[in-house]
DNA sequence: CCGCGCCGTTCACGGGTTGTTCACGACGGC
DNA sequence: GCCGTCGTGAACAACCCGTGAACGGCGCGG
């Protein structure tokens, strides 16, 4: 029942590294193994904008060549299985021209600032 | 040796180890000797994805060789048991890239009106 | 000794998943 | 409006896994 310096969480998500087990809002979600990187990264960086040269180094151990839309393939595969367990909820934000940031927000602020940046 | 419960517990399957027994759901499952060894492994770790590799070691008491599907075998052999005797639950899942997992859940049945052709 | 049945291992054939790429439309900035 | 960026479904090959079956070893009873 130990587990905390390996296990990452960010609200209902936890990642638990020495099982490579995702966990939100308490359930299992199956991960493949590009999707379970892709999102370690990202939670790893949390409320921070990461942009895809540097996703891409930490989940394909390569460099992002001109053209390539794998970081946004696999950023729609995390959103629709986060969307599925825990619905009403944004976890990945995209920030155009910039990159994706990881922060469990409600996916319909009401009055609220929609100028953030 | 273990002064620990020798009586492992995960929903409807239990595990008494000074007996080498295994009951689910009351009734005693005739296992052999390596399903007994991989069950247990497979219990002690339950709700934690383990690798084939480990599971290997656990149940066979050696390292794993490239290209060897023992496990997957033993794996199946599990199952077709487990769910002999509790029909409609699931309880050895499978990580794709990672290994398995051991969690009594309801087999997905949750999908309606989409079938029938 | 001989046949029989159980067990463990390995092989082989699909079938299911994954990872990559393409295509097209929607969106955002200028 | 124009163009680059992003969302998303689909096609495809490569790979992983499920599963039945063949093979040999071992113990047992006749």
Redesign the interface.
């Known amino acids: 029942m130990e587990a905390a310096s390996d296990t990452m969480r960010s609200g209902d998500v936890e990642i ?1 590294a ?4 995702v966990l939100v809002a308490g359930k ?1 979600v ?1 991960m ?2 590009r999707e379970y990187r892709l999102l370690t990264a990202l939670v790893a960086r949390q409320g921070r904008i990461v942009s895809r040269e540097e996703l891409y180094r930490l989940a394909w151990d390569a460099s992002l060549r001109r053209g390539d839309r794998s970081v946004d393939v696999y950023v729609h595969k995390l959103r629709v299985k986060l969307e599925e367990a825990l619905p009403g909820r944004a976890f990945i934000h995209t920030h155009f021209g910039f990159g994706y940031r990881f922060a469990p927000e409600p996916s319909r602020a009401f009055h609220n600032s929609e100028t953030d940046r």
């Open positions: 638990r020495s099982d490579g087990l299992a199956a493949s193994v």
